[in-house]
Every structure is written in C-alpha cells, then in structure tokens.
C-alpha cells in the first residue's frame, strides 16, 4: 500500500476540472492527461482488457483466481473534478501526526482549516492529514476514490492467496456536472453490480440518494410609463418575488437537513418585461418529489389566473433514487457492511444529500451503491482527507472482492 499516497498526489497534481458549459465529452480537454496516464498506469500494475473509448471512460479487468463461478463485481470512480472552485496548481501539504488543533492553509490570506468550524477534524488527531494550501481544493473528491482503487487492485495482484472473482474498474469523466454516467457502457462493462468509491468520511456506506430535477420559471411582464401604470403594468420582478414568496420559505438547503427534502434557487434575472428564475428540486420520497414539482405548477397556475398566461414552468428531471433499484439485491449492501465490521470500520448508513453516478447507473441496469473515499469539505479550499481513511478504502475493496468470492 506504500504507492498509494504518492499515486494520489500526482493524480491531484492534474487539473482535471469540467465544465458544464462544454458539450463535448470529456468536457474539457484537460482531462484527458490524467485519463491516459491512468490507462498506462492500470496496464503497467497488470489488469488485463484495459480500455479507453472516445469519450474518455476507461475500463479495466481483473480476472478471477478461483475454480469457480462467482458474481463479477465492479468500482467505479470519476476523474474529474469540479467546476465551483480552481482545481489549478494544487500543491497539498501533509500534516503528520495531527494534533487536533488549527491548521495554517495560507498565512498570507490568513485561510485556517479549524476543528472549531469544522468538527470532524477532532477524530483525526494523531492521523496524517492532506490538505489543500489554501488556494484550491484538493481533489479527493473523486482522485481518492481513485487511487484507492488502483491500490487495492495493485495489492490483489501481489497477494495471488486472497481469492476473488472478476473484478472489472471503471473510470469516468464529468461526473461534477452530472454527465459521469451519461454514456457509460454497462453492458460492456459487465459486472453483476458495482460500487462507486465517491463518499466522504470513513465508514460511510449510501444506497439512498435525492430524486432530483431542475426547473426554470420564466415571466412575461408589462412595462408602461411608472406614473400611469396603475392597473396596466405587470412588473416582471414582482411577479418573480410573489412567486417565490409563495413557496415554502423553510424547505431551503441551510434549513434541511437528513431526509428532508427541498428547493434551491440557484440563479435569478430580470427587469419589468422579462424575470426568470432557475432552481432545483430535491427530496428523497418519491412521493413528496412529485408533489414538489405539482407545487410549483401550482404556484404558476394561481399567478396567470390573476394576471394572466405570463409565467411558463418548465421541469425536467434529473435523476432518481437509487434505493428502489438497491432494496431487491440487498445482500450487496450487506458484504459491505460485513467487509467494513471484519477490518474495524464501524459503517455509517445514511442517504445521500445529492446524487451520484450510481444512482444512474442503477437505473441503467447496475445496482451501484456508494462507498466511502475519505475526503470532507469538498468543492473548496478547506478540503482535507486523512491518509488512514484512504488505507481503510483499500481495505475495504479488498475485503468485499474477498468475501464476495466466498458468498457465492
């Protein structure tokens, strides 16, 4: 396992962001660097049908070493990192033997990573923490998941004893702007599930994640001369700020938290002719989500009944919860659990605040829950992971290859 915080460090060396304005895929060329060395690398550590296509997914096999059938399993992690903070120039610092107290990032913008805002700094102390120097982010989120994988298939190869099935990796592009599974080849790809390597803290284990769609209200005002408006105007803002007005004004991102779902206005302009507002929409209940979109057309009928047909709502959905697809193979959740408990992992089952390739993946026809990688703070420069937490991802794999080779 000594390769893998050196591996880890070149990976985020790479920038490798995406871009959600691109339409190409990857979406940025930028990409491809860290994608080809990562074919070179999976090659050179001896996984076999090691494949690139022309989107960038990269793909990988390790074969069985037993003298029997057994379901092939997959991991799956994403290369790219986000668009919402610089992933350019990273340079991490090591932090050996945390010792539990503030963190200088960068003395000159005085930028401290503190276990007084950030409280799961505390159950670090003695562990070897990399960090970001205050400029970027660091690039655990997904490069950890990735390197974790690498390792535990490197250590699989040098440990011929430990037995296991076929084990298929796999690579992908602009998973932080919601393309990661966009054209990811299942059948190809071939595993009877998978597991992304995607999750925060150690220990973390996710089959439940947000049904999610995005909504655009758009309104069409009246603009007259403000001294004789009364009763002709229609001020397009106004209307906006009634409308939102009119949703729950508590059901909120900085409100909710755990199962809760809830509305996010992420972007809004206007003048008197023309608003619009975008949002997204999320809750885990798939009831509930659809009342969710019902209240916003709701919202828009109530308006144009009484200033007419001036608001148009358009929602399209983004992806749904993985946990219908996971619940009737369930014993996949139950080798991680056990694979967790059997190296002193204590797991922690809890829904996804967000979405994740395997929810898509799972409606793709690949059940795919998501297993911890590490990290905490992600998408900034306060973004940290202990290097134990990635050792115990290794781990982690490893046991549920192993074990999986002698459920079946």
């Known amino acids: 396992m000594e390769n893998l915080l050196p591996r880890f460090l070149e990976y985020v060396s790479i920038d490798t962001q995406s871009d959600p304005n691109s339409k190409t895929t990857?979406?940025?060329?930028?990409?491809?660097?860290?994608?080809?060395?990562?074919?070179?690398?999976?090659?050179?550590?001896?996984?076999?049908?090691?494949?690139?296509?022309?989107?960038?997914?990269?793909?990988?096999?390790?074969?069985?070493?037993?003298?029997?059938?057994?379901?092939?399993?997959?991991?799956?992690?994403?290369?790219?990192?986000?668009?919402?903070?610089?992933?350019?120039?990273?340079?991490?610092?090591?932090?050996?033997?945390?010792?539990?107290?503030?963190?200088?990032?960068?003395?000159?913008?005085?930028?401290?990573?503190?276990?007084?805002?950030?409280?799961?700094?505390?159950?670090?102390?003695?562990?070897?923490?990399?960090?970001?120097?205050?400029?970027t982010l660091l690039g655990a989120d997904d490069k950890a998941g990735v390197a974790e994988i690498i390792t535990a298939m490197e250590f699989l190869i040098q440990n011929p004893e430990i037995k296991h099935g076929k084990i298929r990796v796999g690579f992908t592009p602009d998973e932080e702007i919601g393309r990661g599974a966009h054209k990811f080849d299942v059948k190809k790809f071939g595993a009877d599930w998978a597991y992304t390597v995607d999750g925060s803290q150690i220990g973390e284990l996710e089959y439940e994640n947000f049904n999610a769609a995005g909504a655009k209200v758009i309104i069409k005002g009246k603009s007259v001369h403000p001294g004789y408006a009364k009763n002709k105007m229609i001020n397009a803002i106004g209307v906006a700020n009634e409308f939102i007005s009119l949703m729950p004004p508590r059901e909120v991102p900085e409100m909710t938290e755990g199962n809760e779902g809830f509305f996010h206005i992420h972007g809004i302009k206007g003048d008197i002719e023309n608003a619009e507002f975008e949002l997204i929409i999320r809750d885990h209940d798939e009831e509930q989500f659809q009342a969710r979109k019902g209240l916003l057309r709701a919202i828009s009928q109530k308006l144009n009944n009484k200033y007419g047909a001036i608001i148009s709502v358009e929602i399209n959905d983004q992806y749904r919860n993985m946990k219908e697809k996971i619940e009737p193979v369930f014993h996949i959740i139950e080798i991680v659990e056990e694979a967790m408990l059997k190296i002193g992992i204590e797991p922690i089952i809890k829904p996804i605040r967000g979405g994740t390739d395997g929810s898509q993946l799972s409606f793709m026809g690949l059940p795919c829950p998501n297993i911890f990688a590490g990290g905490h703070n992600f998408h900034g420069k306060y973004e940290y992971v202990p290097l134990e937490s990635m050792q115990k991802a290794v781990e982690t794999i490893v046991k549920i290859c192993e074990l999986t080779g002698e459920k079946f």
């Not at 660097?33 to 049908?49: F, H, M, N, Q, T």
């Not at 903070?85 to 991490?92: D, E, F, L, M, S």
Request: hydrophobic share 30%; glycine share 8%.
């Open 26 to 135: 990857p979406s940025t060329e930028k990409q491809w660097k860290l994608a080809k060395k990562l074919v070179l690398e999976l090659s050179k550590i001896g996984l076999e049908k090691v494949s690139i296509d022309e989107n960038g997914y990269i793909m990988a096999t390790l074969p069985s070493n037993l003298n029997k059938e057994v379901p092939t399993i997959g991991f799956i992690a994403h290369y790219d990192t986000t668009p919402d903070y610089t992933g350019a120039n990273v340079k991490p610092q090591i932090i050996e033997n945390y010792d539990g107290g503030d963190i200088v990032l960068d003395k000159a913008s005085n930028t401290v990573l503190s276990p007084d805002y950030f409280k799961d700094l505390k159950q670090y102390e003695g562990q070897t923490l990399i960090t970001t120097n205050g400029k």
